[in-house]
């Protein structure tokens, strides 16, 4: 009986170890699976200041087509396609001798209503010493008071034709309303032309400017950055922000921004890349998670993961965020992760010693 009694103990005392090793393995099993590892790395090392871009494209603030202002002959184009010209500079003469002839008889006509109205109030002065003397009647000086008011009736109808005859001349020659160059010859010397009537295009090269499309999801960053570049042809030119203008393109959801060039110009009607660097720093795109509908990322607080989230951040974009350069973010193991949740660092993370260290 007595060895029956310790064979007895013996297996209870078996069983007993068995089930602590096997309760200790299983403990320490859901422990390993439970534990999170990751990676992390200083901030200063992951800031950015992304560059984004837009289409943009070259263009003149005038590409005018330069037009007779009266019908007439034209007698000699006096500038070629690719002739630069200044400002004033003549285009082309007209044959206006007839336009001429038209200002001559209303110069002449104005001339002598200037003589008629002179000697009319000649008339009028003698008329008032005659009448205090009752040498004259009343009706031959209300006639001659008369005759003064038709004659500068007829001078001020006749101002606005003398005005229009004399300017009718000066428009006998075609001068350049601005500097440019010469991109067409839209007539022929001895055309008869009319009115409005366009003879050469000019391109205006001295007030060039840059138009873009910027998308609405872009114009923060767009209006934060505070520098601009259009590139073209493996060129860069330095730009600054003229306007952007309060207009949303209903087909493509942007809006259109116009640049002054602040160096040299690029070739009108180029067309290229507008590049700008956002002012606001920015964290990779790559570190970007979701946590109860809300966009962020992680660092570490001290042996644990805690979520920060940003309302502006974007999937696929990099996300807008001010912050320390010494603080550390979590890289690798951050997509199970839960706020609050605590975490080890793996081995072959280099810098794991070192941020420890100043934890």
């Not at 320490?28 to 901030?43: D, L, N, P």
């Not at 019908?71 to 002739?83: H, M």
């Not at 872009?218 to 860069?236: E, P």
């Amino acid at each position: 009986m007595k060895t029956i009694g310790v064979i007895f103990s013996s297996i209870l005392l078996s069983n007993l170890v068995l089930s602590t090793v096997l309760l200790t393995a299983s403990m320490f099993s859901i422990s390993v699976y439970a534990e999170k590892f990751v990676t992390v790395q200083k901030a200063e090392s992951l800031i950015l200041f992304p560059a984004r871009n837009a289409s943009a494209q070259v263009v003149a603030l005038n590409q005018s087509k330069i037009p007779a202002e009266i019908s007439a002959l034209l007698k000699k184009l006096r500038v070629n396609v690719g002739d630069e010209v200044q400002q004033g500079q003549l285009l082309a003469e007209l044959d206006c001798y007839n336009t001429a002839l038209l200002f001559s008889a209303a110069q002449a006509k104005a001339q002598l209503l200037s003589r008629q109205l002179a000697f009319a109030q000649r008339e009028l002065n003698r008329g008032n010493k005659l009448a205090k003397q009752n040498n004259i009647g009343e009706v031959e000086l209300d006639r001659r008071q008369t005759t003064i008011k038709e004659i500068q009736a007829q001078s001020l109808a006749l101002e606005s034709s003398y005005s229009l005859a004399k300017k009718n001349v000066s428009r006998c020659q075609i001068n350049a309303p601005f500097a440019g160059i010469v991109t067409k010859r839209l007539v022929s010397e001895g055309e008869m032309l009319v009115m409005g009537q366009p003879v050469v295009e000019l391109l205006q090269l001295d007030n060039l400017q840059v138009s873009g499309k910027i998308s609405l999801n872009d114009q923060v960053s767009f209006l934060a950055a505070n520098r601009y570049v259009f590139s073209v042809d493996k060129q860069s030119y330095p730009l600054s922000l003229r306007t952007l203008i309060p207009l949303v393109e209903k087909n493509t959801r942007s809006r259109e921004a116009r640049f002054d060039f602040e160096e040299r110009s690029a070739v009108v009607g180029s067309s290229g890349r507008l590049t700008w660097l956002s002012s606001q720093a920015h964290l990779p795109a790559h570190l970007l998670q979701s946590r109860d509908g809300k966009n962020g990322f992680f660092i570490l607080n001290g042996q644990n993961a805690q979520f920060i989230a940003v309302d502006s951040a974007e999937e696929g974009r990099p996300i807008p965020y001010t912050i320390e350069k010494n603080q550390i973010l979590i890289i690798e193991g951050r997509l199970g992760l839960l706020d609050g949740e605590k975490v080890s660092l793996m081995k072959h993370n280099k810098v794991s010693n070192k941020l420890i260290a100043n934890q």
